[in-house]
């Protein structure tokens, strides 16, 4: 059994709010939202536009995303635009790039 000092996570609240974010992401089409929001503000008509899904699906994903801190929007006239809120999940989703993406695998080789 590994000692806490060699756990990566320690704290209990850590891990929830960690477990919490990873579960709100793991759709692939919020993941997609994500990836393509990368460090951008991006209108929800123009998220529903590149993404290829109707309004109301994409709003309830933007939903679960802002509900979980992951993004934040702002409301601008009759547009409602939306940002990731914090820089430690483009880091992340950046990581899941070199693990998972093959051609990013590759040209790292």
Do not use: W
Request: charged share 30%; with cysteine; proline share 1%.
């Amino acid at each position: 059994m590994e000692t806490a000092k060699n756990m990566l996570i320690t704290r209990d609240e850590d891990i929830e709010r960690a477990a919490l974010s990873m579960k709100a992401m793991a759709h692939p089409l919020r993941l997609k939202i994500l990836c393509m929001l990368g460090s951008n503000e991006v209108s929800v008509q123009d998220i529903v536009e590149l993404v290829g899904t109707s309004q109301s699906n994409i709003s309830q994903h933007l939903a679960i995303l802002r509900d979980k801190a992951i993004l934040s929007s702002r409301k601008d006239a009759n547009r409602v635009y939306y940002k990731i809120e914090d820089a430690r999940t483009l880091r992340l989703i950046d990581m899941m790039r070199d693990v998972f993406c093959s051609d990013h695998i590759k040209a790292n080789q």
